[in-house]
């Protein structure tokens, strides 16, 4: 069933943070499937604005803005043409709970 692993899939993620936001889970999913894409491709197709999507970011990366630790599930890199861009690419972290959502949704 679908629906069962999609829901199989969030809880996956929320084992890392039990409150794990649904904009969150978006942008992992969407760098996920774009790895390497820049920061403002992901605040473009998720509607999102550069302060919403820099907080998301530190928080998937390593600060959280709110004191505590961020995931490491993602990791910003300078754009070396323009260094106020950040592109987005998966920690082996991220790609570890990559797989394991698409094994929660082939379940």
Do not use: W
């Not at 999913?29 to 894409?37: D, E, K, M, P």
């Amino acid at each position: 069933d679908t629906l069962n692993g999609l829901f199989e899939a969030i809880q996956v993620m929320r084992l890392l943070d039990r409150e794990f936001p649904a904009q969150m889970m978006a942008i992992l999913i969407y760098v996920a499937s774009h790895n390497g894409c820049h920061k403002q491709s992901v605040e473009q197709a998720l509607g999102l604005s550069t302060a919403a999507g820099s907080h998301a970011t530190d928080a998937l990366a390593g600060r959280h803005r709110l004191g505590k630790p961020g995931l490491g599930l993602i990791k910003k890199i300078e754009d070396p043409s323009n260094r106020r861009r950040k592109f987005l690419v998966l920690t082996e972290k991220g790609k570890h709970l990559v797989r394991q959502l698409k094994q929660a949704l082939e379940s």
